[in-house]
């Protein structure tokens, strides 16, 4: 099985901020990765896929590089609304996602 | 637009069943490959099996395989999954979602249901 993880597992910043949240594979995944966003009591919200894609619908300001086993996701300058837990996830055999990281306010 | 509504969840006793359900609508259901993921409470996202658009293959978490079962009924655009021997770590929302691209493989999920809580407890 192919394991996840992120790091770092929480972020503090502010608002205006350019915030990276790495995530790396157990194994190669080429670039069969996805990005999400969740918010308490909600469901996920896919931000980018195969590593760099960006959703339809999701501000410029959210990118996403890497391939291989390690990755990004970049906001370029964080607002109110970003505040939130990213997930990434390799879909290059079945699925797995990562631990999580939580974005909060410094 | 579309719509996935979980339903089903409840409180179970360990050793239980439960089946959840989701209600699909405002896509092509015969056309994706469909998911559950679960999230325990405060915890992370954890998928739980897969199912392909026409029902022929399916795949499963190791730590629910041999007591889950996914399940489709294009009929009905529903999706199902049967949960036996439930155990306290089984507690968890669960979401169904959509695979973003039509057919084979597996693809990141562009619409998830709501959730449906699942309590297994004595």
């Known amino acids: 099985d192919i394991q996840m993880t992120q790091s770092p597992s929480t972020l503090s910043a502010s608002v205006g901020d350019r915030v990276t949240i790495t995530c790396r594979a157990s194994q190669s995944i080429s670039d069969w990765l996805a990005w999400y966003q969740q918010k308490p009591g909600k469901a996920p919200n896919l931000l980018i896929y195969k590593a760099s894609s960006l959703e339809s619908g999701v501000p410029s300001r959210f990118s996403g590089s890497g391939s291989g086993t390690e990755f990004t996701l970049t906001i370029s300058s964080l607002q109110p609304d970003d505040f939130a837990t990213y997930y990434c996830q390799q879909y290059n055999s079945y699925s797995t996602f990562g631990p999580g990281t939580k974005v909060d306010i410094k | 637009q579309v719509q996935l509504v979980e339903s089903g969840g409840g409180v179970v006793q360990p050793g239980g069943s439960l089946r959840l359900s989701c209600a699909a609508s405002?896509?092509?259901?015969?056309?994706?490959?469909l998911h559950w993921v679960r999230q325990a409470p405060g915890k992370g996202l954890k998928w739980v099996a897969f199912?392909?658009?026409?029902?022929?293959?399916?795949f499963y978490a190791d730590s629910v395989k041999g007591r889950f079962t996914i399940s489709r009924d294009n009929s009905k655009n529903t999706l199902y999954l049967q949960m036996n021997s439930l155990r306290a770590e089984d507690t968890a929302v669960y979401y169904c979602?959509?695979?973003?691209?039509?057919?084979?493989?597996?693809?990141?999920?562009?619409?998830w249901g709501q959730g449906s809580l699942v309590t297994v407890s004595s």
């Open positions: 199912i392909r658009y026409d029902g022929s293959d399916k």
């Open positions: 405002g896509f092509t259901f015969n056309m994706y490959g």
């Open positions: 979602a959509k695979q973003k691209k039509t057919y084979t493989g597996v693809h990141p999920f562009d619409y």
